[in-house]
């Protein structure tokens, strides 16, 4: 079951998304980061779908695409990550200031 609920607007399509990695991130994918609008409130492959199972969301941080991680049936983030070459995805749940990048496999956080 999604955790978006019908009416909830996470993340926010109109609130711009500006992630800044902690300088200090071994990850040296972090020049890819960009300031993004995420594209919907929801995964949007499971939306166009007709489905809502997904467990966590992830912004994309080159093009604002919104997918399912790799804990939901779909894990769409992954696969935009890998079919589009955008390496690093925040996460979209409310309250979570981390990044991940999909090539090295680390987390990334936000700077202080």
Do not use: N
């Amino acid at each position: 079951m999604g955790l978006t609920e019908p009416g909830a607007a996470y993340p926010d399509p109109t609130v711009p998304l500006a992630f800044e990695p902690d300088p200090s991130s071994p990850c040296h994918h972090t020049s890819t980061i960009a300031p993004v609008l995420p594209t919907s409130a929801g995964c949007l492959e499971c939306l166009r779908l007709g489905e809502r199972d997904w467990v966590h969301l992830r912004t994309c941080l080159a093009c604002g695409h919104v997918g399912c991680c790799d804990s939901s049936p779909g894990k769409h983030a992954a696969a935009h990550a890998e079919q589009q070459d955008h390496p690093i995805a925040a996460s979209a749940e409310p309250g979570e200031q981390w990044a991940w990048c999909y090539l090295d496999q680390t987390e990334i956080g936000r700077a202080r």
